[in-house]
């Protein structure tokens, strides 16, 4: 079992930054791809960023240059900074990680951005 726990997150104005935090704790070193996804209200959760332990990078185009996902392999954390921040990407942001036996969720974190 994989344990996540996220930090950060809160209220912002638009074109404001966030920085999103998570601890990964339990069976760490089966977790390949770490990863962040939100859900706006009504819409399916969706892919935002994820990195694998080598550190390869995939962005969803709508945060492509304003997001930036990284990982710290030895302190098993995995951060998200946000910047320019946009109405749209107001969302609950929850931490992934994806291992050869299946996949693990953090609670999720409140993201709101203002307008």
């Known amino acids: 079992q994989v344990q996540l726990v996220e930090s950060g997150g809160g209220l912002v104005q638009a074109g404001g930054s966030l920085r999103l935090s998570c601890a990964a704790s339990g069976a760490i070193y089966r977790i390949n791809v770490m990863g962040w996804y939100r859900q706006a209200p009504d819409k399916q959760r969706e892919l935002v960023a994820h990195i694998t332990r080598l550190g390869t990078t995939n962005y969803a185009d709508s945060v492509k240059g304003r997001f930036t996902i990284s990982r710290d392999n030895v302190k098993n954390t995995v951060s998200l900074q946000m910047l320019s921040l946009e109405p749209e990407d107001t969302a609950v942001y929850y931490c992934?990680?994806?291992?050869?036996?299946?996949?693990?969720w953090g609670q999720g974190t409140q993201v709101t951005v203002s307008s």
């Open positions: 992934n990680a994806g291992t050869s036996y299946g996949n693990f």
